[in-house]
T-cell receptor, first 117, second 111 residues
Framework: EAGVVQSPRYKIIEKKQPVAFWCNPISGHNTLYWYRQNLGQGPELLIRYENEEAVDDSQLPKDRFSAERLKGVDSTLKIQPAELGDSAVYLC???????????????FGPGTRLTVL | GENVEQHPSTLSVQEGDSAVIKCTYSDSASNYFPWYKQELGKRPQLIIDIRSNVGEKKDQRIAVTLNKTAKHFSLHITETQPEDSAVYFCAFYSSASKIIFGSGTRLSIRP
């Protein structure tokens, strides 16, 4: 079974340019997460989707970041315009979904390493 | 706010010895505490988890303990091997169903 797929794996752009990341979750996983991981730190949640609905985007910098999951499967995270401080690894994860008190394991993708020059 | 403190930030142990990583969390309503291992340049992977209805869980050389009263949980790795070298993250699910990660512990195993 294929895991979470992300592309591209690496991206180098100049500041003020736009950039987009793509994620394909594990088949059947209703919940999708986007995280940002700075060097030497743990992942920080940017946005969480339950199917196509963004249920937690409180940590997403909405002035420059946007995300979508139109059909409840693939998702795209966009930054426009990018700033130097956006350099990080952007991780996508998916899980079966939360049901009551059941916590489902999150499976992470390989991440996209973004470098903003 | 919701946060988890993880210690130490780096840990070096002799191969065969034990390693212990400790975390303290802020949200008393938390019920689920996973631990992730991230090798250099790779994705985080779940290695063990514990729910609030138990105080300890063991899986071969890895164990996790939970003290809900003190809001502490710890990862124990016994008989460490070179392949245990990685960054380990503790985490908890906040009452808002959001996972909060610790800052990580870089574990090095000395031959």
């Amino acid at each position: 079974e294929a895991g979470v797929v992300q592309s591209p794996r690496y991206k180098i752009i100049e500041k003020k340019q736009p950039v987009a990341f793509w994620c394909n979750p594990i088949s059947g996983h209703n919940t999708l997460y986007w995280y940002r991981q700075n060097l030497g730190q743990g992942p920080e949640l940017l946005i969480r989707y339950e199917n196509e609905e963004a249920v937690d985007d409180s940590q997403l910098p909405k002035d420059r970041f946007s995300a979508e999951r139109l059909k409840g499967v693939d998702s795209t995270l966009k930054i426009q315009p990018a700033e130097l401080g956006d350099s990080a690894v952007y991780l996508c994860a998916s899980s079966l979904g939360l049901a009551g008190s059941t916590y489902n394991e999150q499976f992470f993708g390989p991440g996209t390493r973004l470098t903003v020059l | 706010g919701e946060n988890v403190e993880q210690h130490p930030s780096t840990l070096s142990v002799q191969e065969g010895d034990s390693a212990v990583i400790k975390c303290t969390y802020s949200d008393s309503a938390s019920n689920y505490f996973p631990w992730y291992k991230q090798e250099l340049g790779k994705r985080p992977q779940l290695i063990i988890d514990i729910r609030s209805n138990v105080g300890e869980k063991k899986d071969q050389r890895i164990a996790v303990t939970l003290n809900k009263t003190a809001k502490h949980f710890s990862l124990h790795i016994t008989e460490t091997q070179p392949e245990d070298s990685a960054v380990y993250f503790c985490a908890f699910y906040s009452s808002a169903s959001k996972i909060i990660f610790g800052s990580g512990t870089r574990l090095s195993i000395r031959p």
